[in-house]
């Protein structure tokens, strides 16, 4: 299996700007692109992307092209019916499948495995060089995406969602996640929270990748059905205070990592610790302005980390990633 950190995590990607935008794009999935049977296509396949070269929905099939290496199709545009959101008639139905080494080859370094189902805000490039293109235009900070989604999976398997917030110049301003951990028969509600780590910073481009198996041990036949995505858009100004300078080291962190307080020296804090969902994992106490946590047990993910006061007042937040 390749190692690859999570596209969240900061995995090399291309963004593609434009005007900016405050909208997620064919969030029914109602409209897409038929590519026909024939020439480099052995199969025919539809794709929820508007049409080549333009912003809306990645997915692999475009690895179906024999120039790609001929992988399976692996999303499907599927009917609800009836349907249970209004006006939507179509979703999206992710498949889990094993990529052939010639399209690994290709797209491999976008990708953090080789078995992957996959859909993505973005597009996907043929010529002159294939790539993949992830985020599109967005103009506004969120607070959370909502989905809804069906879910079949194989053994074990989990499905996931993310997003990311990014500034023009390709800064991570903050994201959020959400693990899908077992079947859904029917129409469920999912919700993605979005942390920021700072009150500054204009959103430029959004990232949002759905994915039928999570990046651990994904299987092969897992399935997720997507439709009516949208988002709650906020106003995070009052959400942020630094007064307290901290400084997080080394981060990315594998086994441990340090938090260092500038400031008040002999004053007590206390560090909470947030996964990206926003679940609590643990609280530390700070002593003589400095703290180490050991993260040999934590999840290869992003975290968000609460400096406080005794009294609980937030003096600081941030975020850190733990990388194996």
């Given at each position: 299996m390749k190692k690859a950190s999570t596209l969240l995590l900061g995995a090399a990607l291309i963004f593609c700007f434009s005007a900016a935008q405050s909208q997620i794009i064919n969030q029914c999935f109602d409209s897409w692109t038929h590519q026909a049977a024939g020439?480099?296509?052995?199969?025919?396949?539809?794709?929820?992307?508007?049409?080549?070269?333009?912003?809306?929905?990645?997915?692999?099939?475009?690895?179906?092209?024999?120039?790609?290496?001929?992988?399976p199709v692996s999303v499907f545009k599927d009917s609800?019916?009836?349907?249970?959101?209004s006006p939507c008639h179509y979703s999206a139905r992710i498949l889990t499948v094993p990529l052939t080494h010639t399209t690994n080859g290709y797209v491999g370094k976008y990708l953090p495995d080789t078995i992957i189902g996959l859909l993505a805000a973005?597009?996907?490039?043929?010529?002159?060089?294939?790539?993949l293109i992830f985020g599109?235009?967005?103009?506004?900070r969120i607070t959370q995406l909502n989905f809804y989604y069906q879910y079949t999976p194989v053994g074990t398997d989990t499905a996931l969602a993310e997003v990311v917030m990014k500034s023009h110049y390709g800064h991570s301003l903050g994201g959020g996640i959400?693990?899908?951990l077992t079947a859904a028969n029917s129409w469920t509600q999912g919700v993605v929270n979005i942390n920021y780590d700072s009150a500054t910073g204009a959103v430029d481009t959004i990232d949002v990748i759905f994915s039928s198996s999570g990046w651990h041990k994904p299987q092969a036949g897992s399935q997720?059905?997507?439709?009516?995505?949208?988002t709650t858009p906020t106003s995070v100004s009052d959400l942020f205070v630094t007064p307290n300078s901290v400084d997080v080291y080394p981060n990315p962190a594998s086994s441990e990592i340090n938090f260092s307080i500038a400031g008040n020296p002999g004053k007590q804090y206390l560090l909470?610790?947030?996964?990206?969902t926003g679940k609590k994992i643990n609280s530390y106490p700070v002593n003589n302005n400095f703290a180490t946590i050991n993260t040999s047990t934590y999840a290869p993910s992003l975290y968000i980390y609460r400096l406080c006061d005794q009294n609980g007042e937030q003096l600081n937040i941030g975020k850190f990633s733990v990388m194996k």
């Amino acid at each position: 299996m390749k190692k690859a950190s999570t596209l969240l995590l900061g995995a090399a990607l291309i963004f593609c700007f434009s005007a900016a935008q405050s909208q997620i794009i064919n969030q029914c999935f109602d409209s897409w692109t038929h590519q026909a049977a024939g020439g480099f296509y052995p199969v025919a396949y539809d794709d929820p992307n508007l049409g080549p070269g333009n912003n809306g929905w990645l997915t692999l099939n475009i690895t179906s092209s024999s120039i790609l290496g001929s992988s399976p199709v692996s999303v499907f545009k599927d009917s609800t019916t009836p349907s249970p959101f209004s006006p939507c008639h179509y979703s999206a139905r992710i498949l889990t499948v094993p990529l052939t080494h010639t399209t690994n080859g290709y797209v491999g370094k976008y990708l953090p495995d080789t078995i992957i189902g996959l859909l993505a805000a973005g597009q996907g490039v043929l010529t002159p060089t294939p790539k993949l293109i992830f985020g599109y235009p967005f103009g506004s900070r969120i607070t959370q995406l909502n989905f809804y989604y069906q879910y079949t999976p194989v053994g074990t398997d989990t499905a996931l969602a993310e997003v990311v917030m990014k500034s023009h110049y390709g800064h991570s301003l903050g994201g959020g996640i959400k693990t899908i951990l077992t079947a859904a028969n029917s129409w469920t509600q999912g919700v993605v929270n979005i942390n920021y780590d700072s009150a500054t910073g204009a959103v430029d481009t959004i990232d949002v990748i759905f994915s039928s198996s999570g990046w651990h041990k994904p299987q092969a036949g897992s399935q997720l059905w997507i439709d009516n995505v949208s988002t709650t858009p906020t106003s995070v100004s009052d959400l942020f205070v630094t007064p307290n300078s901290v400084d997080v080291y080394p981060n990315p962190a594998s086994s441990e990592i340090n938090f260092s307080i500038a400031g008040n020296p002999g004053k007590q804090y206390l560090l909470e610790i947030y996964d990206i969902t926003g679940k609590k994992i643990n609280s530390y106490p700070v002593n003589n302005n400095f703290a180490t946590i050991n993260t040999s047990t934590y999840a290869p993910s992003l975290y968000i980390y609460r400096l406080c006061d005794q009294n609980g007042e937030q003096l600081n937040i941030g975020k850190f990633s733990v990388m194996k």
